[in-house]
């Protein structure tokens, strides 16, 4: 199917995980992709991988010039803009009591200003387009609360409230708004490599508590981004979409009468 034909993305947080996943996924389903990353040698790759259709750019989502760059070169090369996901994001695990102040800061500069200023600048464009879709990556901790998550979470719940404004103010010109919620997805930024034989047990332990029973894969991400992106969701705006194997709803008591035997 080509149920991205003529439209052009743009991706933040490309070059890996979720953000690669995607852009790969547009590519095949009809897309001009641009792959906005600070990590220049992964999106590099990535671009040659797909081809003419695609092209990277060096972008920090919290500078504002940093967007404008983005914009230019965008419509140099393909004209005009189409799809935004807002997907960069940074995780970090501190308690409420030792976070500083600045590292406060910059995990909602990235995560919650940058998809502010992405919304800021290329809306007006994808208005010129006749419309088109923003899709904002929040996560299921912009839903609840969690342990070592201070900055994080409240960037997400801010992002969840953001999408709402957006869609609230951008829906009557024909740009459709959406957030997605995933849970915990194999990435790089989640699976922490090189963590200890003790943390990769626990984990692997929680995850058998999901009421699916294992952790996602960045590809099952992309694909409620590619339908939020098309046409099949033609009438969702404002809509937020959890993909998180059911972890939000609680863990699965596995000692409980009718459990199946998880091993």
């Known amino acids: 199917m080509n149920r991205l034909a003529n439209k052009t993305a743009i991706i933040t947080g490309a070059a890996r995980g979720m953000g690669a996943a995607t852009a790969r996924l547009f590519a095949a389903e009809g897309a001009r992709v641009v792959l906005a990353d600070v990590l220049d040698a992964e999106g590099e790759a990535l671009a040659r991988e797909l081809g003419a259709v695609a092209f990277f750019r060096h972008h920090d989502v919290a500078d504002e010039d940093s967007w ?3 914009l230019g070169e965008t419509l140099a090369r393909f004209g005009g803009v189409d799809i935004l996901v807002n997907n960069a994001g940074v995780l970090l695990m501190r308690g409420l009591m030792d976070i500083t102040k600045q590292e406060f800061e910059r995990v909602l500069g990235i995560n919650l200003v940058g998809t502010f200023l992405g919304i800021k600048a290329l809306a007006p464009k994808i208005i010129e387009r006749g419309g ?3 899709v904002n990556i929040s ?6 609360g969690s342990n070592a998550t201070a900055a994080y979470s ?6 969840r409230g953001l999408t709402k404004v957006a869609a609230m103010e951008l829906g009557p010109r024909g740009v459709r708004v959406n957030s997605i919620h995933p849970g915990g997805i194999r990435t790089p930024m989640t699976t922490r490599p090189g963590a200890s034989a003790e943390i990769q047990a626990a984990t692997a ?4 508590t999901v009421p699916l029973g294992r952790i996602g894969e960045a590809e099952e991400v992309a694909r409620v981004t590619l339908f939020l992106a098309s046409d099949d969701a033609s009438y969702v705006c404002g809509a937020e979409i959890v993909v998180d194997g059911g972890m939000i709803i609680g863990p699965y008591y596995m000692s409980q009468p009718g459990a199946p035997a998880i091993g």
């Open 154 to 159: 409240a960037s997400k719940w801010g992002v």
């Open 132 to 134: 088109g879709a923003i």
């Open 139 to 144: 996560s299921i901790d912009g839903m609840k």
């Open 205 to 208: 332990k929680f995850f058998k």
């Open 68 to 70: 404008q760059g983005l």
